[in-house]
């Protein structure tokens, strides 16, 4: 109790409430818009969090990421254009509403389901994060390294696109990261005798180039230029109560799933709306209305979606694994502010996950009112011409890159990293796994090597730790399932060969 | 003439780069310090380099039957002058400071993605970068790069 009002004291102030109220707002305008995203959002915020406290700092990226997710389904219904991925099952039930003359009515189904998802993860991160960080202190070395190749492989191998490139961008992210200072040794690695690049490839530079810059490159190399869309008139009216009791058991059943996926590595918002919607298409008794404009769609996808937001910390703040580039992105902002997630956060500095806790409460309510009162608003983002709002977005997001250290090298990163996420995009390869590799490769390196001191040089005695053998088996029968045409490629061809 | 996808040509590309790195591994530098901790600095960054030569080479064998790639010369054009507009704002926000940099990137984006309308784009132009500068570097005090011509900013 004494550290929950020590939580509560943390963010009873001003710059706090204030932050939340900005943070969310913008958010939402992100989500509004079509392209930009959670993880630009948060680039977009990074500069100024630098300059804040710790809480108002944390306020505005969790504003941020909430409003970014709820934001997407009022383009989603207006435009039938997701302004997130998350909200793309949205725009299934909610634009055919709009065509009605009902986006107000859909917008409003969207708001409530939203705030109630949003709540619910709040609720399981409370009562699932602390026990999973509780189990996560008996890990030793070799189980941590255990732990982060299984999260790498399962957020390689569920990431949109083709699987193998997956595993190969997170390879690739792992070894970005890997160059400059040896922690260990104190040696420098692939520097090439380069004394700015001895600290390292910083990863918000990294984040800022591969999400924003490429996103600009990417909209350069599109061969028809964006039109203007047609804008449905937005508004909100919330539904009335008696349409809310038969879609409860379909609102509480979505916020499980978003909730149970959301705390899984490598998955999102945008999986859990569309499992949840495809159990609504299953399950609901108004099914065959379903994709014709029914509520159900929007309450499915939407509470789904949002209730990722506070699962998604349950793996970031207990294990310091984030699930997505979203909350990499947090959990590197997180460590510039001198919270370090791990499971010793639970047991050293319970107020400050307290006071995450309550943040993100007081997110959600906020988000209902600004989308209440002004999801009219927020559509006119939606006439701001696409040329001017990317070079918005260029500038401050690598004014982003900049601020973190001062540092003019930050910025030629944040560009080859937005030239090699052009590449890569156009390639087909998935650039989360890359950020996801980037994080948590000093935590795979230093427990390998610890793991390697504690068995003495073996690495079959990784084998005889009963979690890390069950970590090492999940991760190999993922790597097998991902590769199985290749092996099979590659069996048949031996055989053929053995045959002659 | 054999078809060439962009996944292909990024697979050779990675193939070759870790060739190349795993060979620097080798280099003089590294073996010096082997014996620091057991383990030497390039012990893991060699695995990953092992790991991304086969998984490389695996993109390649599977992208082979991707569509080749195709480039059109406008849209190439284009991509051209935004990476070198972007490049060279980049290299200009340390040479002339933020504010100079980010008015001149202000008036060149937008014409290359395609938005001709003048007006909008002074606007843009004039006082976006003014009020980011101004906030930065007068309010929260976070010190961007300076021009060396001008005292102010």
Redesign the interface.
């Given at each position: 109790m004494a550290d929950l009002m020590l939580g509560l004291e943390h963010i009873a102030s001003y710059q706090t409430l204030l932050s939340i109220l900005i943070g969310t707002v913008v958010g939402v305008i992100v989500g509004v818009l079509p392209g930009l995203g959670s993880v630009i959002g948060i680039t977009m915020v990074l500069p100024f969090t630098l300059a804040m406290g710790q809480m108002p700092a944390l306020a505005m990226m969790l504003g941020v990421y909430c409003g970014s997710v709820y934001g997407g389904s009022i383009s989603a219904i207006v435009i039938n254009t997701p302004g997130t991925p998350q909200a793309a099952a949205t725009a299934l039930d909610g634009f055919p509403m709009a065509q009605r003359g009902e986006a107000d009515l859909a917008i409003g189904w969207a708001t409530m389901a939203s705030l109630i998802g949003g709540l619910f993860s709040v609720l399981v991160l409370m009562l699932v994060a602390p026990q999973l960080a509780a189990f996560a202190l008996n890990f030793t070395a070799i189980e941590t390294f255990a732990l982060g190749c299984f999260a790498l492989i399962c957020i390689a191998g569920v990431s949109q696109g083709n699987m193998l490139k997956g595993v190969l961008a997170g390879v690739l992210g792992l070894f970005i990261a890997s160059v400059g200072l040896d922690h260990v040794t104190g040696d420098m690695r692939f520097t090439f005798g380069n004394w700015q690049m001895a600290a390292g490839i910083n990863l918000i530079p990294a984040v800022v180039g591969l999400f924003a810059l490429s996103e600009v490159f990417v909209r350069a190399s599109e061969s028809s230029l964006p039109k203007p869309k047609l804008l449905h008139r937005a508004g909100f009216r919330l539904p009335a109560m008696r349409e809310w009791r038969p879609r409860l058991g379909l609102l509480l059943k979505s916020c499980a799933i978003g909730s149970f996926v959301g705390a899984l590595p490598g998955t999102g918002a945008a999986t859990s709306s569309f499992i949840s919607y495809a159990e609504a298409r299953r399950s609901s008794p108004r099914r065959n209305e379903l994709g014709k404009g029914e509520p159900d769609g929007i309450v499915a996808s939407e509470s789904a979606n949002n209730a990722v937001t506070g699962s998604a910390m349950v793996p970031t703040l207990a294990l310091g694994i984030p699930g997505d580039p979203v909350t990499a992105v947090m959990l590197g902002t997180l460590i510039i502010h001198g919270i370090t997630p791990g499971p010793r956060l639970f047991t050293e500095t319970i107020d400050i996950v307290y006071a995450v806790l309550l943040i993100l409460v007081l997110v959600n309510l906020v988000m209902f009112a600004v989308g209440a009162l002004g999801s009219q608003l927020f559509t006119r983002a939606l006439r701001i011409p696409e040329p001017l709002l990317m070079t918005m977005v260029t500038i401050i997001a690598l004014l982003g890159a900049y601020g973190v250290r001062g540092n003019a090298i930050d910025l030629l990163i944040a560009f080859i990293a937005g030239v090699v996420g052009f590449i890569l995009r156009k390639g087909g390869f998935p650039l989360a796994p890359l950020v996801i590799g980037m994080v948590l490769s000093q935590m795979i390196e230093n427990s390998l090597r610890q793991g390697l001191l504690l068995t003495r040089g073996s690495f079959v005695a990784f084998l005889e730790r009963p979690i890390a053998f069950a970590l090492f088996a999940m991760t190999i029968a993922i790597l097998i399932y991902i590769n199985r045409a290749l092996l099979i490629g590659a069996f048949g061809w031996a055989g053929r060969l053995l045959r002659r | 003439m054999p078809r060439v996808?962009?996944?292909m040509?990024?697979g050779a590309g990675?193939a070759l780069l870790a060739v190349f790195?795993i060979h620097?591994t080798f280099a003089d530098?590294?073996q010096r310090?082997y014996q620091?901790?057991?383990?030497?600095?390039?012990?893991?960054?060699r695995i990953?380099?092992g790991?991304?030569l086969v998984?490389?080479v695996?993109?390649m064998?599977?992208a082979r039957k991707d569509a080749a790639l195709q480039v059109?010369w406008d849209?190439a054009l284009?991509?051209v002058l935004?990476?070198l507009a972007?490049?060279g704002?980049?290299l200009a926000?340390?040479k002339a400071g933020?504010l100079l940099a980010?008015i001149g990137?202000?008036l060149i984006?937008?014409?290359?993605?395609?938005?001709r309308?003048l007006l909008?784009?002074l606007v843009?132009a004039a006082l976006?970068?003014v009020c980011?500068w101004y906030l930065?570097d007068r309010i929260?005090?976070?010190?961007?790069?300076s021009s060396p011509w001008f005292v102010w900013f």
């Open positions: - | 996808s962009l996944a040509m990024i990675m790195l620097h530098v590294y310090s620091a901790a057991g383990r030497g600095p390039v012990f893991f960054p990953l380099l790991i991304l998984l490389s695996a993109v064998i599977e059109s849209v284009r991509m935004v990476l972007t490049g704002y980049v926000v340390t933020f980010s990137f202000a984006l937008p014409p290359l993605l395609g938005y309308r909008p784009i843009i976006y970068p980011i930065f929260v005090r976070i010190p961007l790069p």
